[in-house]
């Protein structure tokens, strides 16, 4: 491996791990072109890979790329026995299966979110992922795999990031993911359309107490007959002449 090469990959390499998020392990979409091509050149994918990228590789694939090279006939049988041993990734033509360069569009969308290397052969299918901002692209020439450097649509992404007109994908995950903590991932149609419905509570035990009668003032004390207190009785012992105790008295005061 050319050491000329290996530098412009690890140059290019960096460059989606630091614009676009790209993050070990890194997932290969491939199609039967590239694995037909891998085959004549008498490639190792598989040995090739990590060590091209520098790192640990995810092999994947989708249905419709191994449904396409079963229509194709015996020709490619052996690209499909190579194709096979890869990750299938899921896609949403499983019923109705669609070409390879279809299927492998619509897995990377719009901005590529789940962030996919995808190697092939089919020009067609390279120049419709040239219009997507962040997708690395993988072919082989003169017996060797090659990473594509950055397409203009990247660089422009990138410019207009750094120029605070867009927001870079960290940064949107980033947003999303403190979204769905505070709870207001919703649309903001949904959010006004729902109702807040409280729950219900028991009420208050204090409030269900029956109230207490205001009663008037307080009696006075009870008194005798007389109107007064009634007073303490003393018995006194009277002397006689004779110095005697006579029999006690009663008196009331």
């Known amino acids: 491996m050319g ?3 290996q530098k412009q990959a690890k140059k290019t390499i960096s460059f989606y791990k630091y614009n676009f998020s790209f993050r070990e392990p890194f997932q ?5 072109t590239f694995c037909q091509a891998a085959l004549t050149n008498k490639i190792q994918i598989k040995e090739q890979m990590p060590k091209y990228l520098m790192g640990e590789v ?15 006939g015996k020709d490619l049988y052996g690209a499909k026995l190579i194709l096979q041993r890869f990750q299938t990734r899921r896609c949403p033509h499983f019923k109705e299966p669609v070409p390879a360069s279809d299927c492998l569009l619509s897995m990377l969308g719009e ?19 040239k219009k997507i901002p962040g997708v ?12 594509d450097k950055p397409c203009q649509t990247s660089l422009d ?17 980033s947003i999303r993911s403190l979204k769905e903590v505070q709870g ?3 649309k903001d149609g949904e959010r006004r359309g729902k109702k807040r419905t409280r729950k219900r509570s028991n009420p208050n035990p204090l409030s269900c107490l029956k109230k207490k009668k205001k009663g008037g003032p307080t009696p006075p004390k009870k008194k005798t007959e007389d109107g007064e207190k009634r007073k303490r009785v003393r018995n006194k012992k009277p002397r006689t002449e004779g110095g005697d105790v006579s029999a006690p008295a009663v008196t009331h005061a």
């Open 3 to 5: 050491l000329k090469r």
């Open 28 to 32: 290969i979409l491939f199609d039967g």
């Open 58 to 72: 995810q092999l994947c694939t989708t249905s419709c790329a191994l449904k396409e090279l079963e229509t194709l």
């Open 111 to 129: 901005t590529n979110p789940h962030n996919y290397f995808v190697a092939t052969q089919d020009r067609s299918l390279t120049e419709g992922l």
């Open 136 to 147: 690395p692209l993988l072919y082989i020439i003169l017996n060797t795999i090659v990473l």
């Open 157 to 173: 992404h990138v410019r207009a990031v750094q120029l605070g007109e867009l927001v870079s994908p960290a940064q949107q995950q």
């Open 184 to 186: 207001i991932d919703q």
